[in-house]
């Protein structure tokens, strides 16, 4: 096995509002391995978008702070590193596509000029060098006449080409890890399908290691070759996707995959929704996060946080209730 190309253990993060702190990421711990497609999937508010901006030190402080833990890339302590060290790793080493390009994108320079910003910094090209870089970028991530565009500004391009122009910004300093949150929020089924088989293609070729943060579980499948699933500011399971799919382990998994629709299924199925909201991150969570929604808890639920574990096959949960094919064993109280 080679060494993970990122680390997170025990990552806390928090925030003060004028109500006291927010604990949007309780104790979060994975690993990435070099080439290997990730998916981080739960309902808007668990923390999959404040984790990621973490790797990357986005997240403002304050408000903001990095309470415990430590994020290593290739073995580095991303937290222990000086804003400039870590300039050459943001862009260049990881790259990150964010949700939304047109709040993502400067809407007063051209789109060359943001692209040949981050090929100066980061591969040492000069400005000639740059633009042509970004015109072999821009092709590369499929926008017709590069060349002609290439002096464009973001309103000038629609919402699945600002996208494409995210990618090419993304990918053009060669990273070794990309960033997807949410890529394709805001856009149809056709162009989302278009802009994810471009980085399907694009880590193929690169041989880049992938984490795609959304709450798409269609997307999931498709995409990645492993899940971790998120609740409450932690991780509640984590499973291959093939295993997560056929046979869920944690209440939240099973409930989410019964609230969206499934081909394999029979015709006529029912949806059933999750009840309930998810919960209020004023303090730490001191008993299972999901226990007030869950169908399955008992009073130990209540009253303690259950650890993430792995059951006898590998499989990894943070539940007392044990699931099996999306129906639990016996439990002693």
Known sequence: MSAPLLELQDLRVRFRTDDGWVHAVNGISLSLAPGESLGVVGESGCGKSVTSMTVLRLVPCPPGEVSSGKVLFQGQDLLQLSPREMRRVRGGKISMIFQDPMTSLNPFL?????????????????????????????????IPDPAGRIDAYPHEFSGGMRQRVMIAMALC?????????????????TIQAQILELIRRLQAERGMSLVLITHDLAVVAGMCSRVVVMYGGKVVEEASVDDLFADPRHPYTLALLESVPRLDEPEGRRLN???????????????????PRCRFAFQRCHQELPPLEADADGRVRACFVPIRQGKPLEVVE
Do not use: N, Y
Request: hydrophobic share 40%; proline share 12%; net charge negative.
């Open 173 to 189: 300093t060669r990273p070794e890890l990309l960033i997807a949150d949410e890529p394709t929020t805001a856009l149809d089924v």
């Open 273 to 291: 929704p999750i009840e309930g909201l998810p919960p209020k991150l004023d303090s730490e969570p001191s008993s299972c996060p999901f226990a």
């Open 110 to 142: 051209r789109i060359g000029r943001q692209i040949g910003e981050a090929l100066e910094l980061h591969r040492g090209m000069s400005p000639t060098e740059a633009r042509a870089a970004a015109i072999e970028a821009l092709h590369e991530v499929g």
